[in-house]
């Protein structure tokens, strides 16, 4: 159907909202309550537009559109109503632009620019709420929330937590916990998903960097750090480079040029993962105790069953997430090899995810009261980090990972895409089992999964079944089906974030569906383009097997790279 918008004709499709023809057809209407994929709820009004033949302003995010209907998107009208819109916003919320956390990236503070808002015409008496400091991973300032109920519908409608809610009535409305606990308390598995979608500076992560400022003056102090699979792919954006571009042996360099001492690729520790869950699996399926095993890489993930399915806990590996492999292997292998205390080694992780600050600092990923990984950073506060430091991205050289872990198959860096981790390990698992490699190690059925995907794949004489899902909504669905005995699966693959680390909850706010396709599709490319594709032939990883992690040692390399969980009480 044809429909005319500030008197141009334009093609809409029957069933459509007006905002999401125009979306189509490039013409840009501003919202602070919609989010994509997701029902329309008008909360907000701010996309309102003009119709002809109705009074009223509609609101563009739930009105359908019809035949011949005739809109304006930017009349004085329509302005008019934005502007008192965002002024009634702005009259109770805080005067701290300046120091919010949000500065720069706030779409309150965008529309306020955008309908040219100099002075607060509207004045009104602000509640007092208390800032939630409570979770390793997030903080909550209600006094910032502007009752979108963005983070209300991803928790609910995505993520199947339900964690945040509106709490009272009328002018004393907030988004709150259940029984209005902290957020430490509640259900909350920490996926960040809320953060992404919160249009101000009501929910952000628990920010490290002045404690990384501090560490790096330390001179008695030695620094490393890891980076996680999805951080290189993931910067380009910020820099005003190409999203997607990799920028892996140019973060190497920034980061040596910051002050670390020691600079090293997660991904290392995500072909060890590999090395270990192919073994534990393969020894599953011949005992067929605990099957399907189910993933651990995802700390949300990992929350989310100790609270909500505590009986399939035993199903899950017990092989740590690559970071905290990683951290025990700095604190032991490393220290030693450099001649250092444990204590005189500090530990920091780059990762895409706010939920692995919540891991770093659970009691079993501690050694004798020390954690392995001391401070965990986003790639948002690595962004602040090298902005911080006047370093211009463009003309820095780039440089090789440190060794003794310099070395990783591109079977590593797919972890950052949902389904890279199975695609490594199927590849692993079947030269484990046959001694030779897989004749086509890409595996396209299992790429850009997008909910849950069952894939089978032949190793000798036998079939491996796999299943890989992202986004808990889609988890829970087969969470239970595992529970009803309808799940025939070898191995399940979970992310809670959908799409897997290139869409975690502390990557880049302003990052839109291309960009997070852009990294997706960056990762493919380097495990197209590189030769060494996957852990079972890394020689880094070989070495250390020989040298260090001696396999019959079997207590040595359950200590350090091995875990278990249990059941976590929560109010919900």
Known sequence: M??????????????????????????????????????????????????????NLVTACSYPVEEGMKIKTHSSKVLKARKVLVELLLSSHPDD??????????????????????????????????????????VRDPAKCILCGRCVRVCDEVQSVATLEPVYRGRKTYIGTSMNRDINSSSCITCGQCILVCPTGALHEHSRVADIQDILSHKDKKVAIQVGPAVSVSLAEEFNLKAGKDLNGILFAILKTIGFDYVFDTSFAADLHIMETSAQLQERMVTKENLPMISSCCPAWVKFAEQSYPDL???????????????????????????????????????????????????????????????????????????????????????????????????????????????????TLYHQKTGKELNQPKLNELRSVNGVKDFTQKIGKETLKVTVANGMTNVRQLLESIRNG??????????????????????????????????????????????????????????????????????KVKKLLHTSYKQRDVLV
């Open 2 to 55: 044809k429909i005319e918008v500030n008197s141009k004709t334009i093609e809409a499709r029957k069933g459509d909202t007006i905002l999401e023809s125009l979306t189509r057809n490039g013409i840009k209407v501003p919202t602070l309550c919609n989010i994509k994929g997701l029902s329309p709820t008008g909360a907000c009004r701010i996309c309102v537009v003009e119709v002809d033949g109705i009074s």
């Open 313 to 427: 806990l035993p199903l899950i590996s017990t092989s740590k997430s690559p970071q905290q492999m990683m951290g025990a292997l700095l604190k032991s292998h490393f220290a030693s090899l450099e001649g250092l205390a444990p204590n005189q080694l500090y530990s920091v992780s780059v990762m895409p995810c706010i939920a692995k600050k919540f891991e770093a600092q659970r009691p079993e990923m501690t050694s004798r009261g020390a954690s392995d990984v001391d401070v965990v950073i986003t790639t948002r506060e690595l962004v602040k980090l090298i902005k911080l430091y006047g370093i211009d991205v463009e003309s820095i050289e780039p440089q090789h990972f440190d060794n003794p872990f310099g070395v990783r198959s591109s079977s590593g860096k797919l972890f950052a895409n949902s389904g890279g981790t199975t695609e490594g390990i199927i590849r």
């Open 97 to 138: 632009c300046l120091y919010c956390e949000r500065n720069g990236t706030c779409e309150l503070q965008d529309l306020a620019i955008e309908l040219n808002i100099r002075e607060r015409r509207i004045p009104a008496r602000k509640l007092r709420h208390r800032l939630d400091l409570s979770s390793p991973s997030i």
């Open 486 to 555: 309808e799940c025939d699966a070898h191995y399940i693959e979970i992310m809670a974030c959908p799409g897997g680390c290139v869409n975690g909850g502390g990557q880049p706010l302003r990052g839109v569906d291309k960009h997070v396709k852009a990294r997706s599709r960056t990762i493919y490319d380097i495990d197209e383009s590189e030769s060494l594709k996957c852990a079972h032939n890394n020689p880094l990883i070989k070495d250390l097997y020989t040298n260090y992690l001696n396999v019959q040692d079997k207590e």
